[in-house]
């Protein structure tokens, strides 16, 4: 089985923080993507990054950044954390452009 | 991407067959029609998918409409374990020659059908 898993499942976090989110794939998938989830606004795509090193801007980029050092790994990064990015961020991956995306369990991300 | 479009909720016994039901009236020849479900404080997983024909998998079927503008998620036996947000989603195969980035990959999720599964 796929195995998607992110380094914290709840965080809290002060405003102005660095945050730092993991995601750990151990299906060789060459495709990654991190989304956050809120009520009413359903699941919107964050970033995406299709092979090591390379990444492309998803619905709502501003606020975060990526890196994709090794391919098993995708860290999405707050520089400066604030509280409407108070969320749920899902970390998924995925083979090929219509592959299947596996989602982590997700990790709920609270800024005071 | 077209839309579809699912009730917002839905009730079935236990141990009984539930059929979720999705519209897509404006699903294009290339469209595959996905079926994702997310159970209480999990990510997202597959459920299933089809262009055409039906389709079943240990999961669920899905049953499409010959006109493609419909489809159906059948659950044979509804558990507790089942009750989850639904999600049926369309993929458009016809983007993936695009060099438009992440849209091209993305899945766009609507706001579901919520099971909830009587014992």
């Known amino acids: 089985d796929v195995k998607v898993t992110q380094s914290s499942r709840y965080l809290v976090k002060r405003t102005g923080e660095k945050v730092f989110l993991e995601c750990v794939q151990d299906?060789?998938?060459?495709?990654m993507f991190w989304y956050r989830q809120d009520p009413g606004l359903g699941l919107r795509l964050i970033y995406f990054s299709y092979d090591v090193k390379m990444k492309e801007k998803g619905d709502i980029p501003e606020g975060y950044s990526v890196s994709r050092e090794k391919k098993e790994r995708f860290s999405l990064i707050l520089e400066s954390a604030s509280t409407n990015q108070t969320s749920m961020y899902l970390c998924a991956s995925s083979i090929g452009g219509l592959g299947t995306q596996y989602f982590g369990p997700g990790t709920r991300l609270t800024v005071l | 991407d077209a839309k579809t479009t699912q009730p917002n909720s839905m009730e079935s016994n236990e141990e009984e067959p539930v059929h979720l039901p999705c519209n897509h009236s404006t699903i294009s020849g290339t469209d595959y029609i996905h079926w994702y479900r997310q159970l209480p404080s999990q990510g997202p997983e597959y459920v299933i998918h089809g262009l055409t024909s039906n389709v079943n998998n240990r999961m669920a079927s899905l049953a499409i409409a010959e006109d493609r503008k419909s489809s159906t998620l059948i659950l044979h036996r509804a558990t507790l374990r089942d009750a989850a947000v639904y999600y049926c989603i369309l993929r458009d195969v016809g983007e993936l020659g695009n060099t438009s980035g992440a849209g091209s990959y993305q899945l766009t999720f609507g706001k579901g059908t919520k099971l909830s599964v009587i014992p």
């Open positions: 299906m060789d998938h060459e495709n």
